[in-house]
T-cell receptor, first 112, second 117 residues
Framework: DQQVKQNSPSLSVQEGRISILNCDYT??????FLWYKKYPAEGPTFLIS?????DKNEDGRFTVFLNKSAKHLSLHIVPSQPGDSAVYFC???????????FGQGTTLQVKP | GAVVSQHPSRVICKSGTSVKIECRSL??????MFWYRQFPKQSLMLMAT?????????EQGVEKDKFLINHASLTLSTLTVTSAHPEDSSFYIC?????????????FGPGTRLTVT
């Protein structure tokens, strides 16, 4: 039972353009959502998060949008840079347990 | 951000032996540590939650007698894979949460690649 889904395994964009990574979830009890960036053979690095009481959170080039009615969130990266090339995971949490349920990941490639 | 280390980064062991993986929070005290496993091209799957000084809580389907977790101090948790088999070969990652932590204040280690031959 995949409660957090990233249906696009890969995404390729041109440097300077916008990257949009999508994530869907099924459990309406999730109240906190996070995006992580991961390189091969390394641990995930926290990027940005959003509480379920908000619909948008912005941090520099990264913006996360949450649509609770659709159970959908997205990560926008503007402008995309070659150094952004990595695997991006969305994760969801319920309450303050700290337990994270991860999606399958989307591999982003930003071409110079 | 806070730093979490894991040791070893890679380990190869023979089937039937046990392997211990350490997870340390280097510059903060971690009341809670989490252990994840990632198979190739798959998501990170939570295995267990460990709180300092108490027994670990395992996720459904994870054998607690096979994956022994000890969280003896506020900066160290260990995962021991007992009687390892080739199907236990995976990338094991820990994360640590500080004393005043909400979900996002969770820092991941670099991971340990376990190969069982």
């Amino acid at each position: 039972d995949q409660q957090v889904k990233q249906n696009s395994p890969s995404l390729s964009v041109q440097e300077g353009r916008i990257s949009i990574l999508n994530c869907d979830y099924t459990n309406s009890m999730f109240d906190y959502f996070l995006w992580y960036k991961k390189y091969p053979a390394e641990g995930p690095t926290f990027l940005i998060s959003i509480s379920s009481i908000k619909d948008k959170n912005e941090d520099g080039r990264f913006t996360v949008f949450l649509n609770k009615s659709a159970k959908h969130l997205s990560l926008h990266i503007v402008p995309s840079q070659p150094g952004d090339s990595a695997v991006y995971f969305c994760a969801a949490s319920r309450g303050n347990t700290g337990k994270l349920i991860f999606g399958q990941g989307t591999t982003l490639q930003v071409k110079p | 951000g806070a730093v979490v280390s894991q040791h070893p980064s890679r380990v190869i062991c023979k089937s039937g032996t046990s392997v211990k993986i350490e997870c340390r929070s280097l510059d903060f005290q971690a009341t809670t540590m989490f252990w994840y496993r990632q198979f190739p091209k798959q998501s990170l799957m939570l295995m267990a939650t460990s709180n300092e000084g108490s027994k670990a809580t395992y996720e459904q389907g994870v054998e607690k007698d096979k994956f022994l977790i000890n969280h003896a101090s506020l900066t160290l948790s260990t995962l021991t894979v007992t009687s390892a088999h080739p199907e236990d070969s995976s990338f094991y990652i820990c994360s640590a949460r500080g004393l005043a932590g909400f979900s996002y204040e969770q820092y991941f280690g670099p991971g340990t690649r376990l190969t069982v031959t």
